[in-house]
C-alpha cells in the first residue's frame, strides 16, 4: 500500500502540535481532564501519523539513518527503554507527601512548625465562627466543613 507523503507528514505535524501544547500545559500544571484525554487520544493518533510518515518516507529514512546517525539513534532508544523501565510505577511528588504530612499535624503543632501569626490566625477562625481544637488540620477543616486549602493557607498566613 502506497501512501502519500502530504498525508504522513501534515498528520504527523498537526498531532505534534496538538500533543505538545497539551503535554506543555500538563508539565505547568494546567489541568483538566479534557486536556489529558486530548493528549492522550492525539497522542495514541500521533503514533499512527509517525508510522504513516516513516512509510511514506522510508527510503529517504534509509538513506539519512547510516553510520553515526543510526548508533545516536540507538544509544538514544537504548536509555529511554532504560529510563523507562528503571523509574518507578506511580511514584508520589515528595510534595503531596509533605502537605499530606502537614495537614495529618494537630493545629497547635502546625502554628509553631511554620510561624502562624496567631492573632491573624484567631481573627479568621472568629469571623468564620470556629472555635479552636487542637487537633489534627485534616480533621479540623472535615470537622468545620470548610477547605482544608483555606485553612492551611491561614497557618501560612496567607
Known amino acids: 500500500m502506497k501512501i502519500s507523503k502530504p498525508v504522513g507528514t501534515?498528520?504527523?505535524?498537526?498531532?505534534?502540535?496538538?500533543?505538545g501544547i497539551t503535554g506543555i500545559l500538563?508539565?505547568?500544571d494546567i489541568k483538566s481532564s479534557g486536556i489529558k484525554v486530548l493528549h492522550e487520544y492525539?497522542?495514541?493518533?500521533?503514533?499512527?501519523?509517525?508510522?504513516?510518515?516513516?512509510?511514506?518516507?522510508?527510503?529517504?529514512?534509509?538513506?539519512y539513518f547510516v553510520?553515526?546517525?543510526?548508533?545516536?539513534?540507538?544509544?538514544l532508544f537504548a536509555a529511554s527503554v532504560v529510563f523507562i523501565a528503571a523509574t518507578p510505577n506511580n511514584?508520589?511528588?515528595p510534595l503531596k507527601d509533605v502537605y499530606?504530612?502537614?495537614?495529618?499535624?494537630?493545629?497547635?503543632?502546625?502554628?509553631?512548625?511554620?510561624g502562624?501569626?496567631?492573632?491573624l490566625f484567631n481573627?479568621?477562625?472568629?469571623?468564620?465562627?470556629?472555635?479552636?481544637?487542637?487537633?489534627?488540620?485534616?480533621?479540623?477543616?472535615?470537622?468545620?466543613?470548610?477547605?482544608?486549602?483555606?485553612?492551611?493557607k491561614k497557618l501560612l498566613n496567607k
Open 67 to 75: 553510520g553515526k546517525k543510526l548508533a545516536i539513534m540507538s544509544v
Open 123 to 152: 481573627e479568621y477562625l472568629n469571623k468564620n465562627g470556629l472555635k479552636f481544637e487542637d487537633i489534627s488540620v485534616k480533621e479540623f477543616a472535615a470537622k468545620n466543613n470548610i477547605k482544608e486549602n483555606d485553612l492551611v
Open 10 to 19: 501534515t498528520s504527523t505535524i498537526v498531532t505534534f502540535v496538538v500533543v
Open 26 to 28: 500538563m508539565f505547568f
Open 100 to 114: 499530606q504530612n502537614f495537614t495529618n499535624l494537630n493545629l497547635s503543632t502546625a502554628e509553631k512548625i511554620f
Open 116 to 119: 502562624t501569626n496567631e492573632s
Open 42 to 63: 492525539v497522542g495514541m493518533a500521533m503514533v499512527i501519523a509517525c508510522v504513516l510518515h516513516i512509510m511514506a518516507n522510508l527510503t529517504p529514512f534509509k538513506k
Open 91 to 93: 511514584p508520589k511528588p
